[in-house]
């Protein structure tokens, strides 16, 4: 990556440096707990020393912590389970999809979701919400899983 600065890394790097997956990274970046920018390139950049290791590693050791880790690890507050929201991780399982798909129709404005004060996104699972993410599910595109491994890396 050719970065904008000295000290700074990439997303994968930074991924890498901490045993996690890209998207665990952008998400931390995402909801203000790393620092990033773009380079003219338009990659994203990371300013990266000890110190900015060190404590984004004990936050994401925390087992607390908000993040894209998979249905049903982390739940919603009480109170957003109260008034009937459910996570972006509940709606993608319930609907077979992939949570992406969730993002991104949140993202386009197809779906009402808001942010709590830890960084999540929920959604009103309300009759309204619930026909529209089965209209979006029945048009969202579920390829198997054999497709998509003779597909990987753009093979066709």
């Known amino acids: 990556m050719e970065s904008a600065h000295a000290g700074e890394i990439s997303i994968p790097q930074a991924a890498a440096r901490l045993g996690v997956l890209d998207a665990a990274v952008r998400y931390q970046i995402r909801v203000g707990h790393l620092t990033a920018h773009r380079t003219p390139a338009g990659r994203i950049a990371i300013p990266w020393n000890d ?5 984004l590693r004990a936050h994401l050791d925390n087992r607390g912590h908000p ?23 509940e709606i993608a399982t319930r609907l077979s999809v992939r949570q992406g798909a969730v993002y991104y129709w949140i993202a ?43 597909t990987a890396g753009g093979a066709v």
């Open 108 to 150: 386009r404005g197809r779906l009402n979701a808001h942010r709590a004060d830890d960084g999540r996104l929920s959604v009103p699972w309300t009759s309204e919400n619930e026909a529209i993410c089965l209209q979006l599910a029945a048009r969202t595109v579920k390829s198997p899983v054999e497709v998509r491994t003779r």
């Open 51 to 55: 110190e900015v290791e060190a404590a």
């Open 67 to 89: 993040g894209p880790i998979g249905f049903g690890s982390h739940p919603l507050p009480q109170e957003a389970q109260a008034r009937g929201e459910l996570s972006v991780q």
